[in-house]
């Protein structure tokens, strides 16, 4: 199967190749004009984006292919009830890959799982966003040289923040990075994200002071309150400006430690923080492109990029309300087995025993 539905798929050494090739294409852009003449890309996007969705069309139209899609499923026949399932077997007939946006943690996995062409995960709930990581690692090493040895703060929304969560799970595969994981109480990782860290793969620490952790950072990310995955409106109101980057808080961090944001941001960066030398977030941009152009040539010329290993338990069950098998029809309930635990296949949360729920 050929999909990238989270980071964990691609080794260390592939992760590479995409650098590499997505710094040749900037270097060589008349090299890659025409790779992908005559293919078509379909973006099929049941949530709202900017960045990601114009950035693979863009990247295809660089590459020489086409594009079609939606940017809003109001407007298609999901909106009549057909099923995830159903609607990636049709694109299959129309595109050469698939890239799909959807509220439900784990929907690109069904997509992945019915579709005859690549899919790739454009952000599934508040799960994971693995092409945001991509454009993120390649933002960090042309900045700072290295994937290793850094210490990195997460800052804001780690609950619903699901670049937060790809990224976390990329720098795991790193020597000695070290994470600082800065939020409020009721925005801290989730369970099964914490799970995975206090299994012990990488040294990390939680606090609430952007302030105290600033001064020991190579790279601060900032994130946005999630408003849109808040169940109480209140609690957002109460959280929306729990950090607020400016340039005096700035100061205390180092002469070059590297300021990174997926965006969109609301307020939790100072628009004066922008032409501070460590501002790098505009640079994500520019770097999401090229690595989504290099992972196009990857799944569409390339080998395989296999899914884990699931599994069929009938005593199981996924207690994660927000994953697509407890409300999408006719999706097989499976798991995996990862950091010793079972976990669901399509969301990660850790399986529960059906008499349990
Ligand atoms: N970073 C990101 O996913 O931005 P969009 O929501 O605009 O795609």
Redesign the pocket.
Known sequence: MKCLIDIPQLSVGEIKELMDTAIDIDSHPEKYRERMKYKRLATLFYE??????LSFEAAMMQLGGSVIGFSNSESTSASKGESIADTSRVISCYADVIVM?HPKDGAPTVAALNASVPVIN??DGGHC?PT?TLADLLTIYREKGRLDGLTVGFCGDLKYGR?VHSLINALARYNNVKLKLISPQELRLPSYMRQRLESGIMEWEETDSLEDALPSLDILYMTRIQQERFADHDEYIRLKDSYVLNLKKLSLAKPDTCVLH???RVNEIDVDVDSDPRACYFKQVENGKLMRMALILRLVDGDDVPLPESFSDPGLVCPNPRCVCSSERSVEKKFIFSDGEKRCFYCDHKAIALENK
């Open positions: 709202p984006s900017t960045r990601t969705r946006r454009a952000g966003h945001q670049t997926p965006l969109p």
